[in-house]
């Protein structure tokens, strides 16, 4: 059965356009300091973390 591939099209006013750059920046700031986690566990630690446990720890 083949997949149908759906495109969808956001055209955000001003103020939305304003939330979804603070989201998107939220985002690049988590995902960058996990990245900064990962790396300094491992050369300080010699502990590899990955996806799973850095996620329990947000959750918490």
Same mark, same amino acid.
């Given at each position: 059965?083949?997949?149908?591939? $759906?495109?969808? %099209?956001?055209?955000?006013?001003? &103020? ?5 750059? /603070? ?11 996990? $990245?900064?986690? %990962?790396?300094?566990?491992?050369? &300080? ?5 990955? /996806? ?9």
């Amino acid at each position: 059965m083949p997949t149908r591939r $759906v495109n969808f %099209r956001l055209y955000p006013n001003k &103020k939305q356009k304003q939330t979804l750059r /603070y989201h998107r920046k939220l985002h690049k700031d988590l995902y960058n300091a996990a $990245v900064c986690n %990962r790396f300094t566990q491992y050369q &300080k630690f010699n502990h590899s973390v990955d /996806y799973f446990e850095q996620q329990v720890r947000i959750v918490r």
